[in-house]
Nanobody, 123 residues
Framework: QVQLVESGGGLVQAGGSLKLSCAAS????????MGWFRQAPGKEREFVAT????????LYADSVKGRCTISRDNARKTVYLQMNSLKPEDTAVYYC????????????????WGQGTQVTVSS
């Protein structure tokens, strides 16, 4: 069983930055791939980024590529999402999630989810 707790969301102006954190429980954090997803009102939850257990491989959605960086600190059992040049369309609840294997952008392939953190970007 893995528990995830996101933090770092908030209200920011367009062009600003935020860094989201996701703290995980469990003894084998470094064995898992981690992902970030987001869900805007009235829309489906969509993939943002994923990172391998070692942190050596990452994958991004086209919509955030070049503006977001996913990273992890396995000693702290935490995964991060640095978001820069934020746009109003980035407004959503951001979720982190766990998957045994790296490489998927499909939300139905992730096993455990956090409760989400709200990001609101004003224009």
């Amino acid at each position: 069983q893995v528990q995830l707790v996101e933090s770092g969301g908030g209200l920011v102006q367009a062009g600003g930055s935020l860094k989201l954190s996701c703290a995980a429980s469990g003894r084998t954090f470094s064995n898992y791939a981690m992902g970030w997803f987001r869900q805007a009102p009235g829309k489906e939850r969509e993939f943002v980024a994923t990172i391998s257990g070692s942190g050596g491989s990452t994958l991004y959605a086209d919509s955030v590529k070049g503006r977001c960086t996913i990273s992890r600190d396995n000693a702290r059992k935490t995964v991060y999402l640095q978001m820069n040049s934020l746009k109003p369309e980035d407004t959503a609840v951001y979720y982190c999630a766990v998957r045994a294997l790296y490489g998927s952008s499909r939300r139905d392939e992730y096993n455990y989810w956090g409760q989400g953190t709200q990001v609101t970007v004003s224009s």
